[in-house]
């Protein structure tokens, strides 16, 4: 099974100000077909989660522009420019190249 | 707008079985494939299976296989989960979701004497 480990497992942010999330995978999620299998979901307090970014760094239907990944074999990261209240929850990185699919432990984002 | 709302969930006995529906709308159900994906109280995601779109193709979480079952039935727009000889540890939230992209709000499963 393909590990993926995030960093830092908890973060408190100045709203307006940046964060990065880091992700790393045991093996590379680069496919045959030459695409990179790594997403990163939003989970807000109560709800389920919320795909951010597909394939590295596609911004997921009306997301906003603020969430950027980058990343590519086996390590990749996850930016939001400018943190606001409404990004606070639990982020997750999840390997989606091979079965089983395996998830980050989650990253807890909190506003100062 | 795409819809997933998942249904089934309850308390069950440690070894008991339950049968859990995802009923899918606004998207042609049966072009994607589905997942269900599992969140124990406070604890992080876990994926559990996978079918593909016609349903040819299934896959299990090794700590699932042989006693869960993942259907679909596409006449229906519908998902299916079921779960056999269920553990305490089992105990979370199911979530159904359309590829990556589209997650239901998810049903509670409760395994407890």
């Known amino acids: 099974d393909i590990v993926m480990t995030q960093t830092p497992l908890s973060l408190s942010v100045t709203p307006g100000q940046p964060a990065s999330i880091s992700c790393k995978s045991s093996q590379s999620l680069l496919h045959t077909d030459g695409k990179t299998y790594l997403c990163w979901f939003l989970q807000k307090p109560g709800q389920p989660p919320q795909l951010l970014i597909h394939?590295?760094?596609n911004r997921f239907s009306g997301v906003s522009d603020r969430f950027s990944g980058s990343g590519s074999g086996t390590d990749f990261t996850l930016k939001i420019s400018r943190v606001e209240a409404e990004d606070v929850g639990v982020y997750y990185c999840?390997?989606?190249?091979?079965?089983?699919?395996?998830f980050g432990q989650g990253t807890q984002v909190e506003i100062k | 707008e795409v819809q997933l709302v998942e249904s089934g969930g309850g308390l069950v006995q440690p070894g008991g079985s339950l049968r859990l529906s995802c009923a899918a709308s606004?998207?042609?159900?049966?072009?994607?494939?589905m997942n269900w994906v599992r969140q124990a109280p406070g604890k992080g995601l876990e994926w559990v299976s996978y079918i593909s779109a016609s349903g040819s193709a299934v896959y299990y979480a090794d700590s699932v296989r042989g006693r869960f079952t993942i259907s679909r039935d596409n006449a229906k727009n519908s998902l299916y989960l079921q779960m056999n000889s269920l553990r305490a540890e089992e105990t979370a939230v199911y979530y159904c979701a359309r590829g990556t992209s589209y997650w239901g709000q998810g049903t509670l499963v409760t395994v407890s004497s």
């Open positions: 394939e590295v760094s």
């Open positions: 999840m390997q989606n190249i091979q079965v089983p699919r395996t």
């Open positions: 606004g998207f042609m159900f049966s072009n994607f494939s």
